[in-house]
């Protein structure tokens, strides 16, 4: 079975341009979730989404979005670039989302913004 | 609200010696508790975990056992080998949250 793909791997961008992340999860599951990892803050949640519906939000400001559609696969959109956005996001899937549920990792889309 | 404490990196051993990494976690209820493993330039892969008390979790020669009076998911092996070499962070998933929390991360460096 194919693990969870993320595209691209690498971007660039300056400050105040948008940037669309793609996460495809694993075939049948349906709970998809996004961390931001810095050296600064570590791993950090962002969102999660469960059948086209955003079930669980992390701390992060109203740039930051995200959606899943009818095939369960996710992006996340950052508008307004900053500095610190740079960073590695990770997108994880899960079969339903529940707390014992693990959550597989895909190789993360590293974001660079000038 | 929930939190994970590692301790602090790197930890650099000589092949074959004995690995712990302290991992101690602030939660309401019954989390459950894993271990991740990240390589440079790669995400995140489950390493281990357990899901209630005294549950112990194991992988790859790593084990690790979830102490709920001493709120700990220390992590362990008997003897480690340079490829192990990586960074490995300790996470919970809170009751009926579908979040995880992440320690700090722990560096190890294991030589030859």
């Known amino acids: 079975k194919a693990g969870v793909t993320q595209t691209p791997r690498y971007l660039i961008k300056t400050r105040g341009q948008q940037v669309t992340l793609s996460c495809s999860p694993i075939?049948?599951?349906?709970?998809v979730s996004w961390y931001q990892q810095t050296p600064g803050q570590g791993l950090q949640f962002l969102f999660e989404y469960f059948s086209e519906t955003q079930r669980n939000k992390g701390n992060f400001p109203g740039r930051f979005s995200g959606r899943q559609f009818s095939n369960s696969r996710s992006e996340m959109n950052v508008s307004t670039l900053e500095l610190g956005d740079s960073a590695l996001y990770l997108c994880a899937s899960s079969l339903d989302g529940q707390g014992q549920e693990t959550q597989y990792f895909g190789p993360g889309t590293r974001l660079l913004v000038l | 609200g929930d939190s994970v404490t590692q301790m602090e990196g790197p930890v650099t051993l000589s092949e074959e010696a004995f690995l712990t990494i302290n991992c101690t976690y602030t939660?309401?209820?019954?989390?459950?508790l894993f271990w991740y493993v990240q390589y440079p330039g790669e995400g995140l892969q489950l390493l281990l975990k357990?899901?209630?008390?005294?549950d112990k979790g194991s992988n790859k020669g790593f084990e690790a056992t979830y102490r709920k009076e001493t709120t700990s998911f220390h992590l362990e092996k008997g003897s480690v080998q340079v490829s192990d070499s990586a960074v490995y962070f300790c996470?919970?998933?809170?009751?009926?949250?579908?979040?995880?929390?992440f320690g700090s991360g722990t560096r190890l460096q294991v030589q030859p």
């Open positions: 939660a309401t209820g019954y989390p459950s």
């Open positions: 075939s049948g599951h349906r709970s």
């Open positions: 357990a899901t209630k008390a005294d």
């Open positions: 996470a919970l998933s809170g009751k009926g949250r579908r979040a995880l929390t």
